[in-house]
T-cell receptor, first 115, second 113 residues
């Protein structure tokens, strides 16, 4: 069935360093890939997303890259700050005529940014 | 961005009782809503897809008779956990799908004693 694998499960970086989180997906029909940030006890917040017709998207310190051939996508956070500490989830969804909107989530990455 | 509300935010109940959780899209019409469950330190697991005016579609392993879903209007979906047991204690989150992306509700923390 549909599956999204996310690595690493935990990531600790020094403030100012970069952080990279990687995900792979199994369903080649997936063409929408959002990333969510979830703080403890809160709802997931969308931080960036990418569609399959784009290879890279950037929003200030956050960027996402997509390799459709290899079926993997990555989140890059540069100049990390302590407030970036949270759990990050990748997800994959199908679009177009088969769009169900159903998101399949990765296992999550706990990011700790040390001051 | 779009607003999705969820009520209640927290509920404690005795084993064997039923609990209803509401999910509302406040400023857009959501033809589809999703219900997720999240155990501590785990990912969000999709339970079911709720479509307005039709029966919900449940994911494999989710008991439809235990988790009753009703999507009576374009702005409201309800999840009822029937005969709740301690193992049903979890964080339940809904999301509303109108235009992409999905917007999540604030979640309901259920504790079954």
């Amino acid at each position: 069935g549909e599956n999204v694998e996310q690595h690493p499960s935990t990531l600790s970086v020094q403030e100012g360093d970069s952080a990279v989180i990687k995900c792979t997906y199994s369903d080649s029909a997936s063409n929408y890939f959002p990333w969510y940030k979830q703080e403890l006890g809160k709802r997931p917040q969308l931080i960036i997303d990418i569609r399959s017709n784009v290879g890279e998207k950037k929003d200030q310190r956050i960027a996402v890259t997509l390799n459709k051939t290899a079926k993997h996508f990555s989140l890059h956070i540069t100049e990390t700050q302590p407030e970036d500490s949270a759990v990050y989830f990748c997800a994959a969804s199908k679009g177009g005529s088969s769009n169900t909107g159903k998101l399949i989530f990765g296992q999550g990455t706990t990011l700790q940014v040390k001051p | 961005g779009a607003v999705v509300s969820q009520h209640p935010s927290r509920v404690i109940c005795k084993s064997g009782t039923s609990v209803k959780i509401e999910c509302r899209s406040l400023d857009f019409q959501a033809t589809t809503m999703f219900w997720y469950r999240q155990f501590p330190k785990q990912s969000l697991m999709l339970m079911a897809t709720s479509n307005e005016g039709s029966k919900a579609t449940y994911e494999q392993g989710v008991e439809k008779d235990k988790f009753l879903i009703n999507h009576a209007s374009l702005t409201l979906s309800t999840l009822t956990v029937t005969s709740a047991h301690p193992e049903d204690s979890s964080f339940y989150i809904c999301s509303a799908f109108g235009p992409v992306p999905q917007y999540f509700g604030p979640g309901t923390r259920l504790l079954v004693l």
